[in-house]
């Protein structure tokens, strides 16, 4: 049972059983209008009109007892749709993003700002967690919103949007040996490097560069908080590899950073919706807050390609 049937019977009725104006009114074809009121009355095991040969010339007596029960249906949805309309353009509520600690701590704070600014009153809830653990809260229906470099493109129940692109930088102590001329792979794999856990922001492009190159790098210590890496890089433990974006010179006064996107590959980060989730409308403003070629058109149509449009009641 659909809701295009229960039209096409109101419809029948309104339009004094004349099928081709049916037709007109619902924007489809005679034949479809014949179809879709067989089928219901298939499936509810009576029928509905009185027929005179394929004209429909009035209602059977079970027919006039459940039109009521029809129109009554269609209102509903109708009012259905116009409460979720206001509810859409309410500015209060909740948003929930679940992200990966860079995108945490040096993507998204900007957003969240402009965020804050349009909807004072959302109130925001921010996870952090492994790209898995991401994926993994937007399936269970615990977040809104993932964002992650990794692993959200996995899931058939996510929808993963392209938000940017990012290289990688190599930070130093000043005065380290590799600021001085070009930075090669051979020239990083001979000292101690600091990166990544293994699945977190670009670690496989750091892996698969140095694999092709048939070098094995020595990674004396992993992490999946960039703070913690350039902690530790100035220590003197090692050159750290992490995302450019991490890199901060007016904060990372004790490092310095080479970019190392020529080595590593360019990372796109994503941004995940569950699959048939609804999103309120300030949920649409703050993926555009993060992602501006991200509008609500774009959003909706990548919802709308994987979701389908038949609704069943």
Not at 68 to 90: G, H, M, Y
Not at 126 to 148: F, R
Not at 242 to 260: C, F, N, Q
Not at 275 to 301: D, H, K, M, N, W
Request: proline share 4%; hydrophobic share 40%; with cysteine.
């Amino acid at each position: 049972m659909n809701f295009q049937q229960l039209r096409s019977v109101r419809e029948a009725v309104r339009c004094g059983f004349n099928l081709t104006d049916v037709a007109h009114a619902l924007h489809t074809s005679q034949p479809g209008v014949s179809r879709q009121i067989r089928e219901l009355e298939d499936e509810l095991g009576i029928a509905l009109f009185v027929r005179s040969g394929k004209r429909l010339t009035g209602m059977t007596e079970p027919g006039a007892h459940v039109l009521p029960v029809i129109e009554r249906i269609l209102q509903d949805s109708s009012n259905l749709r116009s409460a979720a309309q206001e509810f859409v353009a309410q500015k209060s509520g909740r948003l929930v993003i679940a992200a990966t600690h860079s995108q945490a701590r040096y993507a998204l704070p900007g957003a969240v700002q402009d965020f804050r600014r349009q909807f004072p009153n959302v109130r925001l809830h921010l996870h952090q967690g492994s790209p898995q653990q991401v994926a993994e809260m937007l399936m269970a229906g615990e977040a809104d919103v993932g964002i992650a470099t990794e692993a959200l493109d996995r899931y058939e129940g996510l929808v993963a949007l392209p938000c940017y692109r990012w290289t990688h930088s190599a930070i130093v102590q000043p005065g380290h040996a590799l600021l001085d001329g070009g930075i090669t792979l051979e020239r990083l794999a001979r000292y101690p490097l600091i990166t990544y856990d293994t699945g977190f922001t670009g670690r496989p492009h750091i892996d698969g560069a140095f694999a092709q190159q048939g070098l094995v790098p020595d990674i004396v210590l992993s992490a999946m908080d960039a703070d913690v890496i350039k902690a530790y890089v100035e220590l003197g433990m090692g050159v750290g590899i992490v995302a450019s974006i991490a890199y901060e010179a007016e904060r990372d006064t004790g490092l310095r950073a080479l970019d190392v996107g020529h080595l590593f590959g360019i990372n796109l980060t994503k941004l995940a919706l569950r699959r048939g989730s609804y999103l309120r409308g300030y949920v649409y403003a703050f993926i555009e807050c993060f992602a501006p070629t991200l509008v609500r058109s774009v959003v909706e149509q990548a919802l709308g390609d994987e979701s389908g449009e038949h609704y069943d009641i």
